[in-house]
């Protein structure tokens, strides 16, 4: 790794990308949408813009999330959109390849790992790391994951719901469920869709999620007003609802989440499960930041939850950390090229 090369930290996530420079912090934080010309396959636009597009599009244009599930699922159109990204976070004129590090959900193989690692040097990148996302998440929570003592961290992104315990700089135990915030929107719209009779789009479902939704039931309801198509009539209708409704929609998402964190809390050592009980578990991750969370995951597993400081950019923010201290994390970092 050469003193001089520009480096940059990459968390390539599901729902979206967000690009850390030491130095200056995040620089970029953008949909992982990639719109496609039907006709030459030609890329004509990333990130915020590509967005926009969704559900929007003519038959001509197609907007593509290349990553599913936290893993790339059409390598061609990921690699286009890391080098806009790269280009985009260095500035068009950078004449040094950066060196890169990107996060990986805990669950990710090494054939998966391997495609993010040839997907990042194509685009540009001289080197080229990965690392498991919970290990940045709580890097970049401010827990000090060297000491030998058991750290929870619940990392909800779009994608993935990756729950670890660390300890030593490694990680003891790991879940990683394909249930997360892409999920809870879906289940949003299904609901909606059967007790209202009402077609959402997926953005739709996300916005009720932010503005209304809570993950236990509240005595001061929000509501909001919720414009989309009469599934009888065809024509374009809307419905207020209610924060206790969308608590009832995300009830089967939520139970899984909590499944996963469970099931870790029971493989975890007695040592290490003291420790955890006396920390708490640390969440990060967009989906994390749905009201109440916390408070849901103490009544459920009796272990106290706290949602970390700037949650959603928390992975980012460790990539930015371990690459600024490569050694001391040598050991958490796997295979460049």
Known sequence: MSIF??????????ANTLVFVPGKGIVL????VVAVSEVDKKVLSVGNDAKEMIGRTPDTIIAYRPMRDGVIADYRITEAMLRYFMDKALGRFSLLKPDVMISVPASVSSTERRAVIEAAIRAGARNAYVVK???????????????????????IGGGTTDVA??????????ISVKVAGNKMDAAIADYIKKVFNLAIGDHMSEIIKITIGSAIPLDQELSMNVKGRDFISGLPRSAE?????????????LR???KAIKDVLQETPPELAADIIDQGITMTGGS?????????????????????EDALLCVAKGTGIALEHLDTYKKTIISKR
Do not use: W, Y
């Not at 290990?135 to 030998?148: D, S």
């Not at 206790?244 to 998402?253: D, H, S, T």
């Open 5 to 14: 090369s520009p480096k940059l930290g990459i968390d390539l996530g599901t």
């Open 29 to 32: 934080n953008e949909p992982s």
């Open 133 to 155: 996302e919970p290990i940045l998440a709580a890097i970049g929570a401010g827990i000090p994951i060297q000491e030998a003592r058991g750290h929870m961290v619940v990392d």
């Open 165 to 174: 315990v660390i300890s030593l700089g490694g990680i003891v135990s790991c």
């Open 241 to 253: 609802i209610k924060t206790n409704e969308i608590v009832k929609a995300l009830a089967a998402p």
């Open 256 to 258: 899984d989440m909590i």
């Open 288 to 308: 994390s930041m749905l009201r109440n969370f916390p408070e849901l995951v103490f009544r459920r597993t009796g272990v106290k939850a706290q949602l970390a």
